[in-house]
């Protein structure tokens, strides 16, 4: 099995920079991808980024592009999203999510606890 924690939520003003990490624990990763995903209140779990463990190869949300950049490092089972030029509607619960890689989150099996970003104008 696979265990994730995220750390790095907080609150930031619009226009502000905040680093998310998700630190990961069990098999080995060289199968999965690792995704990030995004939640407000009253709204469905929406993608926001995904990285193969393996390649590195990404791929984003339209609302994310050129402000968000996902990457991760092999040595430490960490993957993070470096997120700048912050809006009021990134704020969210932020998931870090592990599986066979998609946008959907049926592509995901394991998940993290997720953490809170709040971004006020």
């Known amino acids: 099995q696979v265990q994730l924690v995220e750390f790095g939520g907080g609150s930031v003003q619009a226009g502000g920079s905040l680093r998310l990490s998700c630190a990961a624990s069990?098999?080995?990763?060289?199968?999965?991808?690792m995704g990030w995903f995004r939640q407000a209140p009253g709204k469905e779990r929406e993608f926001v980024a995904v990285?193969?463990?393996?390649?590195?190869?990404?791929n984003y949300a339209d609302s994310v592009k050129g402000r968000f950049t996902i990457s991760r490092d092999k040595a430490k089972n960490t993957v993070y999203l470096q997120m700048s030029s912050l809006k009021p509607e990134d704020t969210a619960v932020y998931y870090c999510?592990?599986?066979?890689?998609?946008?959907?989150?049926?592509?995901?099996?394991?998940w993290g606890q997720g953490t809170q970003v709040t971004v006020s104008s």
């Open positions: 999510a592990a599986g066979r890689g998609s946008s959907r989150t049926l592509g995901y099996g394991y």
């Open positions: 069990g098999r080995t990763f060289s199968s999965y991808a």
């Open positions: 990285i193969t463990w393996s390649a590195g190869s990404t």
